[in-house]
C-alpha cells in the first residue's frame, strides 16, 4: 500500500482526502501552515498532522500537493530530494520555467510526478476520445468549451491575480482537449475584470490553434453559475458533452449527471470516479508499474496554453 502526506487542508484538499480513503492509497499524514487547521484535519481524516513539511515527506512514499500555485515548485523539489513521488494539483507551476525545475528534479531523483488533471479520466471524456479516434465526428475542426462558477475570490487572498479563472478552470479545458484533438500550436487570448471587487480578471476567453489546423475556444468565469460543457465539430457529426453543474466539486458524481451525444442521439459510456482513477494510477507510479498519463509534459502543456491566453 502506498502510504501519501497531503499537503494543503483546505477546500480542495478536503475533495483528496476523501478521495484517498475511496481509493487503496493510505493518508499517513497531513500538513498545512495552520496548527489547528492540520490537527483538526488530522482527526477528521485518522491521520498524523506533521508538525514541518518535510516531517511529512519523512512519515509517507509519496506527497499529494494541494498547495497554491506559487508553492508548487519548492515542495515538489523537497519532495524529490528525499525520494518522494509527487502528485500535484493542477496547474503544474505558475510559470513554465518553475515546472520544467520540477520535472528537471523528478526526474534526476528518479520519481514519478504527477499532474492533477482528473477531468480527461472523466468516463465522458474517456467515450469522447474513443469516439474521435474512431471516425464518428469525421475531421474536428472546432472547439467550444466551458468551465465556470460563481465563486467569488476574496482580496487578498492566492488566486488574486491575472487570468484567475482560466489559471484555475480554464487550464481543465486546456488539457483534455489537448489529450482529445493532439498538441496546441498557439493560443490568443482576452480577460476582463467585470464585476469582481477582487483584483482578479473574472472572465476570460483563450483561443487555441491545434496543430491540426483545429480551432478551440476555452471561456471561464468567476462569477457566473457553474457550466462544464464541451461541443465539437467534425466534419460528419457535432458532439455535445454536458456536466450537471450541480455536481461540482463532486467529481466522483460528474459522469452521473452528464449527457454525451453525437448528431443529437445520446451516447452511453461509464461513470468513473476520476479522483480515484488519479490517485490508483499515481500508486501504480510510486510502485513502478506505470507512468503518469498526466505528466510533467502534459501539465506544462496545459500551462503553457493558459499563460499564452492571459499574456
Not at 33 to 39: H, V
Not at 168 to 175: E, F, K
Request: net charge negative; charged share 25%.
Amino acid at each position: 500500500m502506498t502510504r501519501v502526506a497531503l499537503a494543503g487542508t483546505g477546500f480542495w484538499g478536503t475533495k483528496l482526502a476523501e478521495a484517498i480513503g475511496r481509493s487503496s492509497l493510505e493518508l499517513a499524514c497531513c500538513w498545512s501552515r495552520d496548527p489547528e487547521k492540520r490537527a483538526a484535519f488530522a482527526e477528521r481524516f485518522g491521520c498524523e498532522a506533521a508538525a514541518s513539511f518535510e516531517d511529512a515527506l519523512d512519515a509517507a512514499d509519496a506527497a499529494v500537493l494541494a498547495t497554491p500555485n506559487d508553492g508548487h515548485e519548492a515542495q515538489s523539489i523537497a519532495a524529490a530530494d528525499r525520494g518522494k513521488h509527487v502528485l500535484v494539483e493542477k496547474p503544474i507551476a505558475s510559470t513554465l520555467e518553475a515546472g520544467e525545475r520540477m520535472r528537471e528534479a523528478c526526474a534526476r531523483a528518479g520519481v514519478a510526478l504527477l499532474v492533477g488533471h482528473e477531468l480527461r479520466r472523466l468516463g465522458a471524456a474517456r467515450k469522447t476520445k474513443e469516439l474521435i479516434d474512431a471516425g464518428m465526428l469525421g475531421t474536428v475542426v472546432l472547439a467550444e468549451a466551458n468551465f465556470s462558477l460563481a465563486s467569488p475570490v476574496k482580496p487578498g487572498t492566492w488566486k488574486e491575480g491575472r487570468g484567475t479563472p482560466l489559471v484555475q478552470l480554464g487550464v481543465h479545458h486546456a488539457d483534455t482537449l489537448q489529450y482529445l484533438l493532439g498538441p496546441v500550436a498557439r493560443t490568443t487570448g482576452r480577460v476582463n475584470r467585470v464585476v469582481s471587487d477582487a483584483d482578479i480578471d473574472d472572465t476570460g476567453a483563450a483561443i487555441l490553434e491545434f496543430e491540426s489546423g483545429a480551432l478551440g475556444v476555452i471561456g471561464s468565469s468567476y462569477v457566473s453559475p457553474k457550466t462544464y460543457s464541451l461541443r465539437l465539430y467534425g466534419t460528419e457529426a457535432v458532439l455535445d458533452y454536458l456536466a450537471d453543474p450541480s455536481a461540482w466539486p463532486a467529481a466522483e458524481r460528474l459522469d452521473a449527471g452528464t449527457t454525451l451525444t453525437v448528431g443529437g442521439d445520446p451516447v452511453a459510456f461509464d461513470e468513473v470516479d476520476p479522483l480515484v482513477e488519479e490517485l490508483e494510477e499515481f500508486g501504480r507510479c510510486a510502485r513502478g508499474e506505470a507512468t503518469p498519463e498526466t505528466g510533467a509534459a502534459e501539465g506544462l502543456a496545459a500551462l503553457r496554453v493558459i499563460l499564452e491566453a492571459i499574456r
